[in-house]
């Protein structure tokens, strides 16, 4: 009896080893499933709805690169649409950092949809003497 358990001993820590071990895994596993979202997805945050539609063109004349109209005054809730009329790339980048798109190709369109108002000057990083202004009223 003596050496049928010492030969059992080995069997029975690897087995309580690994009982242990998919214990562990299976705790794991259903405790990260309660945290990983298995609930329905939430809906999008439906974005507003723009009280009007302006368009801004990059146009060039001789030439010479300039957006058009170069000031621009809108209401609050107003979505301007900067549509690149040239073969060139460009950029509209606000003065302080409120909306800024790096490469706008050629036929490409950049949206913005002005929430408050301001004054908000911009400019083209590629054509610096590029600039505009759109000021937002209440």
């Avoid at 299976?26 to 329905?40: H, I, K, P, R």
């Avoid at 490409?108 to 590029?130: A, W």
Wanted: with cysteine; hydrophobic share 40%.
């Amino acid at each position: 009896m003596q050496k049928y358990l010492s030969r059992l001993m080995p069997r029975i820590r690897f087995l309580w080893g690994a009982l242990s071990l998919a214990s562990a895994v299976t705790l794991l596993l259903v405790a990260c499933a309660g945290s990983s979202g298995v609930s329905s997805p939430a809906s999008p945050t439906p974005s507003p709805t723009p009280v009007a539609v302006v368009n801004v063109k990059i146009v060039e004349k001789n030439g010479v690169y300039a957006f058009e109209p170069v000031t621009l005054s809108i209401k609050v809730g107003t979505q301007v649409v900067w549509v690149n009329d040239t073969p060139t790339t460009h950029t509209v980048t606000s003065d302080t950092g409120v909306f800024e798109i790096d490469n706008l190709a050629a036929k490409q369109t950049f949206k913005f949809l002005f929430s408050k108002p301001g004054t908000y000057p911009y400019y083209c990083n590629f054509h610096t003497y590029m600039t505009g202004t759109i000021i937002v009223k209440s």
